[in-house]
Every structure is written in C-alpha cells, then in structure tokens.
C-alpha cells in the first residue's frame, strides 16, 4: 500500500500508550518511517509538581518498552518544543508531525503556534482526540453559550456521543533508517532526589499494561456496586484510573467500552461510574471555555472574598495532617504518603481548608498539585472552586460540611481513620471522629492525651463555620 509520507514524527504528550492512540495509529498507516518523540517542555505555572513527575517517569520508561517491542525506540529530548520538532525534521526529512490534542489554556497557546510554523514550512500537522468522548466546542446549548451546569451538559453530551472501538495498538512500528540522539530518562530529574516515593512505589504501578489491567478488574466486578460504595473511603470500591487518565495510559473510549461489554445500560453502578468519566469531560470543557478557572474564580462576585491572610501556620497544619480533626488529617496522610486521596475525603479536606481555617482556595489547588499522582489541571479547578463555591455548578457557599459528621456518616466504624491516624485507634467508634470529646475515663483507657498524642482542633468547628457564613454574607451585601 502506497503511503502518503515519508517520514512522520508522533509528538507524545500525555498519550503515553499504543493502544487506542489515533496519532500513533494515523502515523503508521500514513507513514514509511515513524519518530515517536517524547519531548520536555514542561514548564511555566502549571508545570507538573513532585508526585506527577514521579509518575511520568514510569510511565515513560513502560511507553519505551511497549515501543522496543513493536521495533521503535523512543526519542526523548528537552528544550523549546519547535525548535526541537524543525531539528528532527531537518534530521530525518520528516514530511508530517502527528498529536494527540491537550486542552489547557497554555498547551493550547503553544500548540496552535507550532502548528501554523510547521505548516507554513511546508510540513503537514495533524492533531486528533485522544483524551475525551466529545470535544469542548461540539457541545454548546441551544443559545450557542457554553453549558455551566453538569447535568445539562451531561445530557447533551451523551445524546451525541459517538463511541467507537478502541484502536488496536500497532504491531510494528517502522523506524527511521538512522537512529536519532536521544537523552537518557535519567537527563529529566524525574525522581526525588531525597527518596520519599517508597509509599507511591509499593501502591502504584504506571503505563499502559497496569491501567488496562485495572479496567479489566474494575469493570468486571466493582463497578456494580460503585453507586454504593464510591463514598465510603475505607472500601475499596473505586476505580484508581485517575492517574493513569491523566497521563493518557488509558482512554475514556476504552474505559466506556470495558464497562458497557461488562454490564447493561441500566445498571446503577456503571451508570453512575460513568457519569464520574463525564464529570472528568466536564471538567475539560469548563477549563476551555472559560480558561482563566485555574487561576481565578469563575464568577467575578466571589472575587473579593475575605480570605484570612494570618492562617500560614493553620494551613501548615493541614498540609501535614495535624489539624486535629482526624478524617481531614487522615485524607491529608493518604496523600503525602500514597500520591491519592479517596474523593469523598478531597470534599471535606478541601472544605475543611477554604471554610473552616477560610484560605484561599488556590492555596490547596497548590499543595493537591505538587502532592497528587493524578494532579490535572481541569479536574483540580474544578475540585477547588466547587469546593470553594465559586466555580461551574458549584456547591453553594452556605453548604459547609461539618467534618465530624461526615466522618460518622461516611467512616463509620472508623477505619480509614484508624489507619491512618493510629495515635488515636484505640478510643472506642463514638469518639474517632470526636477524640477532643472524649471524657478522661475514656481516654486514659485509650491510652490517649488529647493535645499531646494528638492536636486538639486547630478551629473550632461551629465558629470557623459561622465566621464563614459572616464573611459570605459581606461579600453578598458589598455586592447589592
Ligand atoms: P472514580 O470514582 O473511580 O472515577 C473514575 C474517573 O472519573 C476518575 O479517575 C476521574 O478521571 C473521573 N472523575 C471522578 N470524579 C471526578 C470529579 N469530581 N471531577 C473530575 N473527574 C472526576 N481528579 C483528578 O483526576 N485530578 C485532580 O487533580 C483532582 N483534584 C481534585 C481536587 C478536589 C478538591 C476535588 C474535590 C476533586 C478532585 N479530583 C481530581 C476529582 C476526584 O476526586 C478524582 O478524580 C477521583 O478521586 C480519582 O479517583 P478514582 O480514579 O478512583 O475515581
């Protein structure tokens, strides 16, 4: 079969996989020769944080052995990504760059200026979906307005969805004639060079293999009962995919069609698991139609919130899991020593911070960025200002979650608390969400000193809440 190129370079970005990769796929039917090319420019604001860069590493190295064995080495290079791309071209004579789009503000400024340089010297682009159902701009209401609200986007969403079945992964991915430079991965920095990953190393294992591994399991079993069992952060009744979405070592078409091969259409528990993907979709188009969301709120009336400028030492406390109210300290520990933190614990410690110590909410977006193995731009603005209330289909701002009570309400019997905050296992279940209730007799038993083994509440619960409520209602009354 005749080819329409000669030499095509496949830009990986965050598409670290081979099956279901259009790029990669139109590359190789397109294409004699193929460069897969993986290239760090990484930088500016939002570059990736600590726990990502970890991940990224991994997932790298698995991309490279996946790519070995279909014949292709992988190119990895640093340095301005055009710049990079024009040497390769010289290099190899390449006719065609191929990609798989990114959604970010930034990615999206970046890319549309290197496609038009390519094009103007005569090479050929071609970008395509790879990580989402629909694209951003399919999607709009009758008005031709971006929707603001899920369930309204959801719906228009699905209606027009059009699956399709994953792409198979290449079997022969057909290198150039001469080998290229390539960087070792160890060139990156990648790692930490003070070795505090054991926790992340020993739980998660990145690339391709282990994320359609994990969909398998998932869609075969737990995804029935994940209506029910998503909230409850001691079960092990979620997915995982997060970071390996993020990273692209999986697609949602893949993830959609493992559950619909599995479970029929009116199953609860896939039904709502797959109203999560769509949240996931949401989050990308309310971050392309309103670009400024990862820096700034959504609603210009909540820009002047009274945010405490003296909680420097309050949000240290929360960072390290000593705020002394132990379903945020225990969310807060599962993230610094595993890279995740279970949703239903991302609500309330994301509450906790911007309504009971009332920091700004991009103080946490900050910390979950460098800390979270699956840190995405859209999903953790998105996070941040509902929780804060002022972004898309928001929480509204006088629903603040007593902590306590979702801790008796969503760890009931105190397991996830106990595993993660052992200085207080021992007192009885009435008082795991309330150690600083406990009376002495209790205590003691317990072997436990409130303020010493453990902090007492570095808020007051109801105070911090109605001092909240108070600075809401000023931002309410300056605006009317
Ligand atoms: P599952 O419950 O198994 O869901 C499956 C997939 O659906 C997830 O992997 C994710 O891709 C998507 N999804 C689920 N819930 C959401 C949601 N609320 N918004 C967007 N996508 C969703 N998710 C991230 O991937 N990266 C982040 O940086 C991030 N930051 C967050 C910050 C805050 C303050 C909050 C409240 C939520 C944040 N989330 C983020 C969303 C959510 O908590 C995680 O996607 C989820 O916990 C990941 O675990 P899972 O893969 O087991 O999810």
């Given amino acids: 079969m005749s080819k329409r190129f000669n030499t095509g370079i496949v830009w990986f970005r965050r598409d670290l996989r081979l099956t279901d990769n259009p790029a990669l796929h139109e590359a190789v039917s397109a294409c004699k020769h193929v460069v897969p090319l993986w290239l760090d420019s990484l930088d500016g604001d939002w570059a990736p944080g600590a726990a990502s860069r970890w991940w990224l590493h991994h997932s790298l190295e698995a991309l490279a052995a996946d790519m070995s064995a279909c014949g292709a080495s992988l190119v990895l290079r640093d340095g301005d990504a055009l710049e990079q791309l024009r040497a390769i071209i010289a290099d190899t004579g390449a006719d065609a760059v191929f990609w798989n789009r990114l959604y970010e503000p930034a990615a999206i400024k970046r890319d549309t200026a290197i496609k038009q340089s390519l094009r103007e010297a005569g090479t050929a682009v071609s970008s395509h979906n790879a990580a989402l159902l629909s694209e951003p701009w399919q999607i709009m209401t009758k008005s031709n307005t971006p929707y603001k609200v899920f369930t309204a986007y959801w719906r228009t969403a699905q209606s027009g969805l059009q699956l399709r079945e994953a792409l198979p992964a290449p079997a022969k991915i057909p290198a150039p004639k001469s080998q290229l430079a390539s960087l070792p991965l160890s060139h990156f920095d990648l790692l930490p060079s003070v070795d505090w990953a054991a926790g992340i190393r020993s739980r998660w294992q990145p690339g391709e293999h282990a994320a359609l591994g994990k969909i398998n399991r998932f869609s075969k079993a737990a995804v029935r009962d994940y209506d029910e069992t998503r909230d409850f952060p001691a079960v092990d009744g979620v997915s995982r995919l997060s970071p390996h979405l993020h990273f692209g070592e999986v697609s949602p078409h893949q993830i959609w069609q493992a559950v619909r091969q599995q479970h029929d259409i009116d199953d609860e528990g896939s039904r709502v698991f797959l109203s999560e993907i769509g949240w996931r979709e949401f989050a990308h188009y309310v971050l392309y139609h309103f670009p400024h969301t990862s820096d700034d709120v959504m609603y210009q009336k909540y820009a002047d919130f009274p945010w405490r400028e003296d909680a420097a030492d309050l949000i240290r406390a929360w960072e390290r899991g000593a705020t002394g109210v132990p379903i945020v300290d225990a969310g ?42 699956d840190a995405d731009l859209p999903a953790n603005s998105m996070g941040w200002q509902w929780s804060a209330g002022s972004g898309a289909d928001a929480a509204p701002y006088f629903r603040i979650f007593n902590p306590q009570r979702q801790g008796e309400r969503f760890d009931k019997d105190g397991d996830y608390v106990r595993r993660w905050v052992p200085e207080i296992a021992a007192l009885p279940n009435r008082f795991i969400h309330q150690p600083w209730a406990a009376p002495d007799k209790v205590a003691r038993a317990a072997d436990f000193t409130p303020g010493k083994d453990y902090p007492l509440p570095i808020v007051d619960l109801a105070e911090s809440r109605d001092a909240a409520l108070a600075a809401f209602k000023s931002l309410k009354e300056a605006a009317s």
Avoid at 347 to 356: E, H, T
């Fill in 332 to 373: 807060m520990r599962q993230l610094w020593h595993t890279g995740w933190m279970h949703n239903r614990v991302r609500m309330i410690v994301a509450s906790f911070l911007v309504k009971n110590i009332r920091a700004h909410w991009l103080h946490g977006a900050r910390w979950f960025w460098d800390t979270l193995i």
